[in-house]
């Protein structure tokens, strides 16, 4: 039987404040492979992933700024990820066949997170020595999806929660739409340049039914108030030093009067909103937020009053 109980990281591996995602807490799959050896079989997984409802993952499908990209991109993914996928193909460097670095580092933090990981590797290669004891599924081209959809059915029923979640997402959505705020398309430029900023921390970009009036939403149910705090004053510190910089840009060229004017109004009539757990952690963060002079709106909501608040 799988252990249902909520386990959050609670330890850094790269010695930052405690981040406190939810192990296994997301429907997805982490993918960790070379973008230049595996590609095909990349799709292939995501092929078969998708048929069975979970989501593929890889490290070079987000955009992330570089700062925080080991922890947004990977790290975190990794965390809470119901399993993962290690493509241990070799790169060939110099006429030489090598084990690619960055899917080692993932395999690694995989083991060390304690993560059911599934690895595959062509049959006419070898593994290098610090794995080459671990149980690793050798494939053909011509085998590969029909091997891929065996694994993945049994990863599928071995970490599958006793009781389904339930869905947080639809949840969320629901009370956006209440809240008369959407999702932001994040297609234009100007769009995802903002989107970034909140999203580096943790933060969806939303704006509202006017289409003038934009949202930075911290969906923090799973984190204590240290992190849920730490997220939002890099969030803020991130606003004010790009503010900061417009007049610079102005200066030198880079952005005009009509871009400083623009961003002028966006904050103008930005808001953050907080989901977080529970009043504890709803009431530290006020207490913090006491001692501080704000420049944009904040609401705070609880889990129990999102829901609450949902038509039934």
Avoid at 12 to 19: K, M, S
């Amino acid at each position: 039987m799988v252990d249902t109980r909520i386990r959050k990281n609670e330890r850094c591996v790269i010695g930052l404040p405690v981040c406190d995602y939810v192990f296994s807490s997301t429907r997805s799959c982490f993918i960790a492979y070379g973008f230049s050896t595996s590609g095909l079989e990349r799709d292939i997984l995501k092929s078969v992933l998708e048929e069975r409802g979970i989501e593929p993952v890889e490290a070079g499908g987000f955009i992330q700024p570089a700062k925080l990209a080991f922890c947004s991109k990977i790290c975190s993914k990794i965390i809470v990820a119901q399993f993962c996928v290690v493509l241990a193909n070799n790169d060939t460097v110099g006429g030489q066949a090598v084990a690619n670095a960055n899917v080692n580092i993932e395999y690694g933090l995989m083991l060390g997170h304690n993560k059911y990981v599934i690895p595959f590797q062509r049959d006419d290669q070898s593994l290098p020595f610090n794995v080459a004891g671990l149980d690793t599924i050798k494939y053909n081209q011509g085998n590969f999806r029909n091997l891929a959809i065996h694994v993945v059915g049994q990863a599928i029923k071995e970490t599958s929660q006793t009781q389904p979640a339930p869905n947080f997402d639809q949840m969320i959505a629901l009370f956006l739409l209440i809240k008369n705020a959407t999702m932001v398309d994040i297609q234009d430029p100007g769009e995802r340049a903002i989107f970034q900023i909140g999203n580096t921390f943790g933060f969806n970009y939303l704006v509202k039914f006017d289409g003038l009036s934009y949202v930075f939403l911290g969906n923090f149910g799973a984190l204590q108030e240290q992190a849920v705090i730490w997220r939002l004053t890099k969030l803020l510190d991130l606003l004010a030093a790009r503010m900061n910089a417009v007049p610079i840009r102005v200066q030198f060229g880079i952005a005009t009067e009509q871009t400083k004017a623009v961003l002028e109004f966006f904050t103008q009539r930005l808001e953050i909103w907080l989901i977080v757990n529970g009043t504890k952690e709803e009431e530290a963060i006020k207490s913090w937020l006491s001692k501080r002079s704000l420049p944009f709106s904040l609401e705070i909501f609880t889990l129990a009053k999102t829901v609450s608040g949902l038509p039934h």
